[in-house]
């Protein structure tokens, strides 16, 4: 199961993979807010809810979770600029019901959060804003994906930003624009465009930043961590901890494109 994409396709059957190997958990007091999580409902593949609560309640003290964007849940009509209102409008309603649910009697409710899908480039963004606050007081964040593969790797979760999104004056206005809100900004990039990144938050100083997954440095191919590629991604890590307005979420390093090879594990 090298390929990421095969991987991504048998996620159907991740309980039975699950349970082919257990790990001690380490520090299970440890109160947790998870900061980036998914639901997703699609053929064969899905993780709704209900997986979700069995996950956090598995011996982890998982107390509070923030939803992040993943195309999932879309207004099937409508601008297009809009359809991501689906995704905040489904995972709002689990939020409104949680109360009732509870988090397998534990006395704790789940996900707390949202970061949601605008395109920061748009004219109204404003507009837009106010409408994914109007449906969601627990809107936290938006993230508008600067991912760009330059290359041919069979990528288990391809990105498609367009290239040189960073750079682009409509999407830095849009940032900062975030930024007078209150509202974090998610980046989603390969570590190949760290240097871009940085220019970028240049132009940013005073709207939060939360990098995922660690930068993404990637270990596939013929990006497996030879020569200096681990050296150059700790590097452009130490450049970008000197803006105080970033945080990095410490997460992803599973994900098949990393290149450990967690999912060959058994």
């Given at each position: 199961?090298?390929n990421?994409?095969?991987?991504?396709?048998?996620?159907?059957?991740?309980?039975?993979?699950?349970?082919l190997?257990k790990?001690?958990?380490?520090?299970?007091?440890?109160?947790?807010?998870?900061?980036?999580?998914?639901?997703?409902?699609?053929?064969?593949?899905?993780y709704q809810?209900a997986?979700?609560i069995s996950?956090?309640?598995?011996?982890h003290?998982?107390?509070k979770?923030?939803y992040?964007?993943c195309?999932?849940f879309?207004?099937d009509?409508?601008?297009?600029?809009?359809?991501?209102?689906?995704?905040?409008?489904?995972?709002q309603s689990?939020i409104?019901?949680?109360?009732?649910?509870?988090?397998?009697?534990?006395?704790?409710?789940?996900?707390?959060?949202?970061?949601?899908?605008?395109?920061?480039?748009?004219?109204?963004?404003?507009?837009?804003?106010?409408?994914h606050?109007a449906?969601?007081?627990?809107?936290k964040?938006?993230?508008?994906?600067?991912?760009?593969?330059?290359?041919?790797?069979?990528?288990?979760?391809?990105?498609?930003?367009?290239?040189?999104?960073?750079?682009?004056?409509?999407?830095?206005?849009?940032?900062?624009?975030?930024?007078?809100?209150?509202l974090?900004?998610?980046?989603?990039?390969?570590?190949?465009?760290?240097?871009e990144?940085?220019?970028?938050?240049?132009?940013?100083?005073?709207?939060?930043?939360?990098?995922?997954?660690?930068?993404?440095?990637?270990?596939?191919g013929?990006?497996?961590?030879?020569?200096r590629l681990?050296?150059?991604?700790?590097?452009?890590?130490e450049?970008?901890s000197?803006?105080?307005?970033?945080?990095?979420?410490?997460?992803?390093?599973?994900?098949?494109?990393?290149?450990?090879?967690?999912?060959?594990?058994?």
């Amino acid at each position: 199961m090298e390929n990421g994409r095969i991987w991504i396709s048998e996620l159907a059957a991740r309980d039975r993979w699950l349970s082919l190997r257990k790990e001690e958990i380490i520090w299970p007091e440890l109160p947790i807010v998870d900061p980036h999580h998914h639901l997703w409902k699609r053929q064969n593949n899905s993780y709704q809810i209900a997986d979700l609560i069995s996950d956090i309640c598995s011996g982890h003290n998982v107390e509070k979770t923030v939803y992040v964007e993943c195309g999932a849940f879309y207004r099937d009509s409508g601008p297009d600029y809009l359809r991501s209102l689906g995704e905040v409008e489904y995972v709002q309603s689990i939020i409104d019901t949680q109360e009732d649910d509870d988090v397998a009697g534990s006395g704790r409710f789940c996900i707390s959060g949202i970061v949601s899908k605008i395109d920061l480039r748009l004219p109204n963004l404003n507009a837009i804003v106010r409408d994914h606050f109007a449906k969601s007081i627990n809107l936290k964040g938006i993230r508008h994906s600067a991912a760009f593969a330059e290359d041919s790797l069979p990528y288990s979760i391809p990105g498609h930003g367009p290239y040189g999104l960073y750079l682009d004056a409509d999407y830095q206005s849009g940032a900062r624009k975030l930024g007078e809100l209150n509202l974090v900004l998610d980046c989603w990039h390969y570590f190949s465009q760290s240097a871009e990144f940085i220019k970028f938050l240049k132009e940013v100083p005073n709207t939060k930043i939360v990098l995922n997954h660690l930068g993404m440095p990637v270990g596939i191919g013929s990006s497996r961590y030879k020569g200096r590629l681990f050296e150059d991604w700790k590097l452009a890590i130490e450049k970008i901890s000197r803006f105080s307005n970033v945080f990095v979420k410490l997460g992803g390093v599973a994900m098949v494109d990393m290149g450990w090879g967690f999912h060959n594990r058994a």
